[in-house]
């Protein structure tokens, strides 16, 4: 077992030199992704040398999926769907939480160590061999896993592959797929603006990017300017687009139609998922009409969704949404004296979304527990995302602390899997930094706008000088974090950032977590003390909410 990890960690290690490095992806942002045009010829050309050809892509009978928010839930409840229906299934998403295996999931369950590292190497190899020349370009991380997955998916000999697009669709390394059975849209917004444009018309131009000529493509409920988009390029590509409507909490018999994933945003996602699964296995049977479909009977396959009521479903789709996980969305993890609640949300939407979810399952929980209950924020966010847009809404759920800290699980050490070449550890910790002064400028302007509000019996809105000067504008502007251990806003929230996600769990359990260091342990202020019960919520960053989850573990 252990000679078994160490060659999983050299194979991790090897892909890890395959992520551009910081100054690489500041010179491609400031080109405006010029070089973007070439990126699915490239990989055709990479998918050839390890020897794939279209054809044998086409062979996959592949479930495209591209969006803004929910495209991985949306892949994961089509997942779940076809394997209750019996079909051996494939599924390739990003990112991982926790180990890069996740991304290659075979009949729901990640690709075991060894076989991660043995498929690993042969497509390494494979693609070493066949370099011409030393100028000869090895494909950039995100894209060799791509390929990997469409080695592992036929060596693996499954009979659906569902592929969630990494980042837009046009140029996405996941669209050398030439013709997918179906395609899917999940709720688009504001994400990775740097690259794909800074208006939603411009984002969803990208995702449309997916749509094949004569392949049916589906789309949740969207803004009108990108629905408009979607329809247009539907248009131009030649494929029939139709809108899916939220799935209902009960279908046209009156039983209930329960998701395996929590959140309100989820019945978009599962109601597109079920119109995805529906043409693909309506493909399947047409397919194979000499063969017996792996399902209960043929009408099982005969419901839709229409904006009045969803038809009865067949018992394989209902347990397929209800037996559906897909960790660290909207996720709550109980351990004894502390519960995390685990979403990655990274734009205004999903946000929102979290919040209503936390306020909720939160305040169920609180009324379980006699003694007091405390809560608290874990926060971090990257790239080029705004993060005023993710915290302001944050700040109006009455933490009793918020935390800060990077996408590093250890302040010495990070494992390979969690290994981040992309960014300098500077710049991150410089923006967990500009986040929590954002969040106390943001917390103190509540606090007097309340103030103001109240003015008739409260009338001393000021803050002191020491605490005016704390948060400047200069302040934030500048990265001086000299003053900033524990910023203590009277009445209000208490801040504190950290250099690694173990430190700042240390702290935010106040040691009740056992799966993280005490060498550290930093007092915490009174106003938190003899807690009965501490509530976490972690947001902001997926891979924030991998790093807690590898952490602390999952249920």
Known sequence: MVTLDLDLDEAVTKLNTLQSNAQ?????????GKRSEQNVPNMIKFAERVGISLDDVDKLSIIHVSGTKGKGSTCAFCESIL??????????????????????????IPISREKFTNYFWDVLGKLEKTKKSAEDPMPAYFAFL????????????????IMEVGIGGQYDSTNLVRKPVVCGVSSLGLDHTSILGETIDKIAWHKAGIFKPGVPAFTSLQQEAALNVLQNRAKEIGCPLTIVPSLPMLDSNGDDITLGISGTMQRHNAALAVQLCKVWTDSRQKDQSQQEAPSEDDNNHQFILNHTEVKTLPTAVTEGLRQCRWDGRDQRIHKTGVSYYLDGAHTLESVQQCIEWFKTSSAEESKQISGRVIRILLFNSTGDREANVLIEPLVDCGFDAAVFCPNILFSTSNTVDATNLTVTKESQLNRVLANMLLFERLAVKKLQQQKHEKESTQTDTSCSAAKKSKLDNDSLENGDNSQHTVCMIEDSVITKDFPCISSAL??????????TSLQSFTEVPSKLRNAEHIQILVTGSIHLVGGVIGLIGSE
């Open 24 to 32: 690489t992806l500041e010179k491609i942002r400031k080109q405006g």
């Open 506 to 515: 240390t702290w935010a359990t106040q040691g009740r977590e056992p799966n």
């Open 83 to 108: 394997r209750h229906q019996g079909y051996k299934t494939g599924f390739f998403s990003s990112p991982h939480l926790v180990e890069v295996r996740e991304r290659f999931r075979i009949d729901g």
């Open 146 to 161: 791509t390929v990997m997955s469409l080695h592992v998916f036929l060596k693996e000999k499954v009979d659906v592959a």
